[in-house]
T-cell receptor, first 112, second 115 residues
Framework: KQEVTQIPAALSVPEGENLVLNCSFT??????LQWFRQDPGKGLTSLLLIQSSQREQTSGRLNASLDKSSGRSTLYIAASQPGDSATYLCAVPRSNTGKLIFGQGTTLQVKP | NAGVMQNPRHLVRRRGQEARLRCSPMKGHSHVYWYRQLPEEGLKFMVYLQKENIIDESGMPKERFSAEFPKEGPSILRIQQVVRGDSAAYFC?????????????FGPGTRLLVL
């Protein structure tokens, strides 16, 4: 059974810091891993999707890495800004139906 | 492309009433997923549908919950005889295909409150 865990559950940093969010999964036979952002009371915004054959993906100040053998992914945010404050979720699809298994999320607060 | 649309955004029901949640996938997407986010909990898969077919409903409670995705019109998640424990945010997501397991795009959610 696939389980997804995110550490830490909450993180508070001053503006400008670089930070790393962690995601681990128990079954390394994944198709891909997706990182999402969720703002309070809002839906999910897809940030990055890393295919199982890839090691990392970059979008602007975000860089996500994937290490299937160790069952880990990290989301690196460079030069954090108050606007980055949100909950970050990682998810992996279970089987080939695409249904996503989510971690509990890391709630990030970036203080100005 | 308008993105995934859900309505209503907020829904208040009294115990015992029915709740109907609607989801219109992105244009060109034929795969729809429903997820539920209970207060202080993570997102949990409920059901996966393609047009006129339920593919996987392993995450949906066996009683009171049903889902459909007709040939025409939006996908509907129906909750009969709602109870307070059904209060949650219900999210719909769509994707273009499953092959290679593509990115799922999420709607803004429907927040159901059962009084």
């Amino acid at each position: 059974k696939q389980e997804v865990t995110q550490i830490p559950a909450a993180l508070s940093v001053p503006e400008g810091e670089n930070l790393v969010l962690n995601c681990s999964f128990t079954d390394s036979a994944i198709y891909n891993l997706q990182w999402f952002r969720q703002d309070p009371g809002k839906g999910l915004t897809s940030l990055l999707l890393i295919q199982s054959s890839q090691r990392e993906q970059t979008s602007g100040r975000l860089n996500a890495s994937l290490d299937k053998s160790s069952g880990r992914s990290t989301l690196y945010i460079a030069a954090s800004q108050p606007g980055d404050s949100a909950t970050y979720l990682c998810a992996v699809p279970r089987s080939n139906t695409g249904k996503l298994i989510f971690g509990q999320g890391t709630t990030l607060q970036v203080k100005p | 492309n308008a993105g995934v649309m859900q309505n209503p955004r907020h829904l208040v029901r009294r115990r015992g009433q029915e709740a109907r949640l609607r989801c219109s996938p992105m244009k060109g997407h034929s795969h729809v997923y429903w997820y539920r986010q209970l207060p202080e909990e993570g997102l949990k898969f409920m059901v996966y549908l393609q047009k006129e077919n339920i593919i996987d409903e392993s995450g949906m409670p066996k009683e009171r919950f049903s889902a459909e995705f007709p040939k025409e019109g939006p996908s509907i998640l129906r909750i009969q005889q709602v109870v307070r424990g059904d209060s949650a945010a219900y999210f719909c997501a769509s994707s273009q295909s499953v092959q290679g397991v593509e990115t799922q795009y999420f709607g803004p959610g429907t927040r159901l409150l059962v009084l």
